[in-house]
């Protein structure tokens, strides 16, 4: 696949991807292999971040997107979608909570995630995905966790925030909302790299749900330390297990 810089410049960029996707999945599995503790756990989530990050600016100044995007603080459409992520991404999100929360918004937030979990547990995934309930992470229009969110929360991306309204609020397909699509093939990349490199690590959540998997590493006393160990502590949460 291809990213269009500018019309009749055709940038080739899947190979890119790929090979991100690899040294991505090779350095995790490493990583690892050679140190399974919290602290490592959630360096490999901020790897991804981080990679994300630096390879999203570095393309846009070689791909650039096609016109300004719509996205900003408080336009908060697509955090009514449901978000899957990886086991490490979950508990370094935890951590991140434990850690920045103050005890009135870790309050909040743990009624949020009950009510949510309330509501979404028995759906199946065609009903979660036209749900359109609000992630329990969203307060006063933003993301309360924004410097973790998941690599999908990082690659969603729109040209047109009406089109956003339209189509996520009113039940559409986000596949007609106008984006450029280069964060996309990022986000894919990586979140292919982190969930093969865990599958291949002994880990076999798969996708799992953050709303869910929050409220399961919130609630388990060393979630980290259980996870690491093999306890299948996101097996309610894996978007398979609830068939449509």
Not at 5 to 29: A, C, E, N, R, Y
Request: proline share 5%.
């Amino acid at each position: 696949m291809t990213g269009s810089k500018t019309s009749g410049d055709m940038v080739p960029i899947q190979p890119f991807f790929d090979d991100l996707k690899k040294h991505l999945k090779t350095t995790t599995i490493g990583s690892l292999k050679a140190n399974k503790t919290p602290k490592q756990i959630h360096a490999v989530a901020d790897t991804a971040m981080e990679a994300f990050a630096t390879s999203a600016a570095g393309l846009e100044k070689l791909v650039p997107p096609e016109k300004p995007l719509a996205c900003k603080k408080g336009c908060a459409h697509c955090c009514h979608l449901a978000v899957m992520t990886d086991g490490a991404t979950v508990l370094r999100v935890a951590e991140h909570v434990r850690t920045n929360l103050n005890q009135a918004e870790r309050m909040l937030l743990d009624m949020r995630l009950i009510v949510y979990e309330d509501k979404v547990e028995k759906m199946t995934q065609s009903q979660r995905s036209m749900a359109r309930i609000p992630c329990p992470l969203l307060v006063d229009g933003a993301c309360s966790v924004h410097e973790v969110r998941p690599l999908i929360c990082r690659a969603f991306n729109s040209y047109d925030a009406e089109i956003c309204d339209q189509k996520i609020r009113g039940g559409g397909s986000t596949s007609e909302i106008p984006s450029w699509n280069v964060p996309w093939l990022l986000g894919l990349a990586l979140d292919t790299g982190i969930k093969e490199a865990l599958v291949e690590s002994g880990y076999k959540d798969g996708d799992i749900e953050l709303g869910l998997a929050l409220k399961q590493a919130l609630d388990h006393p060393h979630a980290d330390e259980r996870w690491l160990a093999g306890d299948r502590i996101f097996s309610r949460t894996a978007w398979k297990a609830r068939k449509p």
